[in-house]
């Protein structure tokens, strides 16, 4: 909305930092930080004082989570809305990429929100229907996709870039769709399926949400892109603000999640990040990339359909607990011992993901 200023640079030269994208994307980031830490405290005492219990804690989880009784959930309310004000603070809204993106988080958020809701009111871990969540997740992801469909340059509307080739890319046709539609479903549940531990889901998706600020970015600069020898995607490039908005609001609620939590992101964060990092790759046009940076929440989702699989065809689990982060809890790890070691994993996967924009 500030972008505007740009046009009294002639006036006086303060106003021309306005146009450079490198500047909003700082600003997001500073921005959704300071209104996450401001209102942070507010948002955790009135969700206390409405949820009474707080998330409930499984009944079958580690014997250390019960410690945890009583914290409040539903903290991705401060993410969202510290996103949500910054985001619409200092990106060019005239851009279609940024509505998006906006509307697969916003909406994802909403039910992840009532999920949670169900989750508290009830006082059970299971909260919405699977598949009625799934149904509405593929209505909304299905209209993202066909909308990023319509931005993007022709040659690319319906294409899959691979990773490591130049000029290589899989022309799905209308295939593209329900490709889209499972990149940003799978993004937004694994995700979902990562945040089980103090600090574990935010940090990775702000190192996500990092390295995809910058591919956003190189994407949509002629200069870049064609240095990089990667498909130019014009406009992309403002998501890269988004995603500062992203990290600014996981550093602030990252202070109030930090061990041990005053607040739980719940399925009303996890399920709108995870979503958000999926519409942004599938219009970057690095939909394959996600699966290299956003490899733990790849490993979370994988373990648990491999946990599931293996009960129902053997009878037999293939880790004590699925999630793996609640396997590696049961073997003895202590929580800060695996939420540190599943970051440093992120890094890795980031600095390897990013490797493909530069070995073609």
Known sequence: MLVFLESLSDSAQLFNLFRYLTFRTGAAILTAMLFVFLFGPWIIRSLRVRQGKGQ???????ESHFAKAGTPT???LMILTGMLVS??????LSNGYVWV??????????????????KVTK?????????QRIALEIVITGIAVYCVGLLSPDNLANAVAIPFFKDFLIHLGLLFIPFGILVIVGAGNAVNLTDGLDGLAIVPVMIAAAAFGLIAYVSGNAVFSNYLQINLVPGTGELAVVCGAIIGAGLGFLWFNAPPAQIFMGDTGSLALGGALGAIAVAAKHEIVLAIIGGLFVLEAVSVIVQVLSFKLTGKRVFKMAPIHHHFEHLGWKEPQIVIRFWIISIVLAMIGLSTLKLR
């Open 74 to 76: 539903m903290g991705g």
């Open 123 to 131: 006082q059970s871990h299971k909260g919405f229907s699977g598949k």
């Open 87 to 92: 985001t619409l603070l200092w990106a060019d």
């Open 101 to 118: 993106v906006l509307g697969v988080t916003l909406s994802f958020g909403f039910i992840g929100l009532y999920d949670d809701f169900l």
């Open 56 to 62: 409930p804690i499984r009944a079958d989880g580690p």
